[in-house]
């Protein structure tokens, strides 16, 4: 064992000590007196220097054993100052604590919240539907909107396609606020492209007709529980060398914390970033313990039991902004499972901030008896 220099002085262990000499020549710790040499003396000098030395080892080197190895996950235990937090304790995800608001030089509202030290202006570009909510309550209004699709004929002669039309609920209030924007719904204009890892590869009319799209009859726009949806294909894909199938969760199967798992997709490869990326991104993060992830330094009891958490205590690595729905998967041998689907996390790869996802193992059920067709 090496000891750093500096750090007690300890002798080299093993090696072989010259005994001082004292001023009468005979070694120090040897007390004659006629015939009798008492070396009691000595025996208690070697005991005290042997308690000296391992105090010290046990000083310098414990507290050096004690300290994660970089790279590593340490998370048995809440970080100091960290405390459990209740579901009642949540926060919103994605949502900040303090919001202020100012009118620029040039009429514009700015916005300005905790996490961000500069002004934004209210329609910035990346900004999520969660953060315009919050602060359209900050600024006293309500939600009372609803849509519903009428046809215009002069969008394209003959078309069928839809438009959004948006009104509030209360007859006659702000009516002259709201206008109409357009929004695609046709359910056919949704394909999947499979197989492909860049978006420039897209070819408009190919790819698998979305037939039915699924979401979870639970799911809460407010915390994100139960944020997983099915969609049924109208034919199914050819497997290939490019596509296959992910094996799901099996009943009661557990990957542990610390267990390796990749997440992919085409979203923002910089928090700072407002455009996604063309080619698939792919990173691997190791699952976190629900019980650190929900602690006063975390997400303060955000994640309920359908969500876990993957990623690294310094925000390494990290889900961002577009890659909402992709897949996190876990490898069991040679089988790879899907454990998790990207669902929320608080800005991208902050620290004490890892991403949170869907655990899929918490709908089993549900997918089941979807893909039988039990449900409407």
């Known amino acids: 064992m090496v000891v750093p220099q500096g750090r007690g002085g300890l002798a080299g262990r093993g090696g072989t000590q010259t005994p001082l000499a004292s001023p009468t020549g005979s070694p120090l710790g040897c007390w004659c007196s006629g015939r009798r040499c008492y070396v009691g003396l000595g025996a208690l000098a070697l005991l005290a220097g042997a308690s000296v030395g391992v105090w010290l ?20 235990e809440m970080p100091l100052g960290c405390s459990e937090a209740s579901g009642q304790e949540a926060l919103l995800p994605l949502l900040p604590r303090t919001v202020s608001f100012r009118i620029n030089t040039e009429d514009l509202l700015e916005v300005q919240v905790r996490a961000r030290p500069d002004w934004l202006l209210v329609c910035y570009e990346g900004w999520s539907s969660a953060l315009g909510l919050r602060i359209c309550q900050n600024l006293g209004h309500l939600r009372l909107t609803h849509h519903k699709g009428v046809n ?15 009104s509030p609920r209360l007859e006659g ?5 709201w206008q109409p924007s357009f929004r695609l719904f046709r359910l056919s204009s949704w394909r999947v492209h499979a197989g492909l890892v860049s978006h420039s590869a897209v070819r408009p009319h190919q790819g698998a ?14 915390n994100h529980d139960y944020d997983i949806a099915l969609l049924r294909l109208r034919t199914p894909l050819n497997f290939s060398d490019t596509v296959g199938a992910v094996c799901l969760p099996a009943e009661k199967q557990d990957f542990p ?38 602690s006063s330094c975390m997400y303060s009891g955000a994640l309920t039991p359908r969500m876990l958490c993957a990623g690294y205590m310094d925000g390494r690595a990290d889900a961002c902004q577009g890659d909402s729905g992709g897949p996190l998967v876990c ?34 059920d549900w997918i089941h008896d979807t893909a039988r067709g039990s449900l409407p």
């Open 57 to 76: 080892l046990v000083l310098y080197l414990w507290p050096a054993a004690s300290q994660p190895t970089p790279g590593t996950l340490q998370d048995e």
């Open 331 to 364: 490898p069991d041998g040679d089988t790879w499972h899907l454990v998790g689907v990207v669902s929320w996390g608080r800005g991208c790869a902050e620290p004490n901030h890892p991403g949170v996802y869907a655990k899929v193992a918490e709908f089993l």
């Open 152 to 166: 215009l004929s002069d969008i394209k002669l003959n078309s069928s396609q839809g438009f959004a039309w948006l």
């Open 209 to 222: 007709v979305v037939e039915r799209i699924i979401p979870h009859p639970l799911y809460s726009t407010q």
């Open 257 to 294: 914390r610390g267990s390796h798992c990749w997440v992919s997709g085409w979203g923002h490869t910089d928090p700072s970033h407002t455009h996604n990326s063309d080619t698939l991104q792919d990173t691997m993060v190791p699952l976190l313990n629900a019980q650190l992830c929900n």
């Open 173 to 177: 209030l702000l009516e002259e606020v």
